[in-house]
């Protein structure tokens, strides 16, 4: 941003938005300054570091994630929903996972999300501690199965996925496993474990009983 020889003044909301457009994955302080056409220094003068530059881009870009809630769904149906469109987020978000599993909340947009839940598995009778460690366990659960996701689609781009199944064919006992499993998409297998996950958490946290009976049930 200069004009003239004189260097054009920028706000931290330009800083953001170009930290968006850059994404959580490449973010680095000169990728903002070269965006900006300024030097890093300047960067330097609205964010600290790169880490609150993170917190900054990172709250800003799940500010744009809006649950949607079902109040017919039964509390299991809604914690997959709750899964399903935080999934779906995140991979059309790459390193927004990465972000959630450092610290999760780190900001108001994170704030925002928490308390879309506790209001949402309040109306099915929890209450706000309950609601918060069954929607902490189904975030956790969502993004690790993210990531590995995105982890593991890097890593086909060196090694075919032909490679993969050629080794797996290696074991006539594994070969038969595999025979046997329907054809299904990553989606398919994330509702199945994340759909037994949900009832099962319901099963042992059914509305109305205190988060400390988990303790002795452990």
Same mark, same amino acid.
């Given at each position: 941003m200069k004009t003239g020889g004189r260097t054009a003044t920028f706000t931290l909301r330009d800083v953001v938005d170009a930290g968006v457009r850059i994404g959580l994955t490449e973010l680095s302080m000169q990728?903002?300054?070269?965006?900006?056409?300024?030097?890093?220094?300047?960067?330097?003068?609205?964010v600290p570091s790169r880490s609150a530059l993170e917190v900054?881009?990172?709250?800003?870009?799940?500010?744009?994630?809006?649950?949607?809630?079902?109040?017919?769904e039964s509390a299991s149906a809604h914690l997959v929903g709750f899964g399903a469109q935080?999934?779906?987020?995140?991979?059309?978000?790459?390193?927004?996972?990465?972000?959630?599993?450092?610290?999760?909340?780190?900001?108001?947009?994170?704030?925002?999300l928490l308390e879309h839940q506790i209001i949402a598995l309040g109306r099915r009778g929890y209450d706000p501690a309950a609601a918060t460690?069954?929607?902490?366990?189904i975030a956790t659960m969502t993004i690790g199965v993210t990531v590995s996701e995105q982890e593991?689609?890097?890593?086909?781009?060196?090694q075919s996925i032909e490679?993969?199944?050629?080794?797996? &064919?290696?074991?006539? $006992? @594994?070969? !038969?496993?595999?025979? %046997?499993? *329907?054809?299904?998409?990553?989606?398919?297998?994330?509702v199945l474990m994340l759909?037994? &996950?949900a009832e099962? $958490? @319901?099963? !042992?946290?059914?509305? %109305?009983? *205190?988060v400390s009976d988990l303790r002795a049930a452990l």
């Open positions: 990728g903002v300054a070269d965006a900006l056409g300024v030097t890093t220094a300047a960067v330097y003068r609205h900054h881009v990172g709250e800003a870009i799940l500010g744009t994630l809006t649950l949607v809630d079902d109040p017919a935080l999934r779906r987020f995140t991979l059309g978000h790459p390193g927004t996972a990465q972000y959630l599993q450092r610290l999760f909340p780190r900001g108001p947009s994170g704030i925002r460690v069954l929607s902490s366990a593991r689609a890097a890593h086909l781009e060196s490679d993969a199944l050629a080794v797996m &064919a290696a074991s006539p $006992l @594994v070969r !038969q496993a595999m025979a %046997g499993l *329907p054809e299904h998409t990553p989606e398919d297998y994330f759909t037994a &996950a099962g $958490l @319901v099963a !042992q946290l059914p509305p %109305g009983r *205190p």
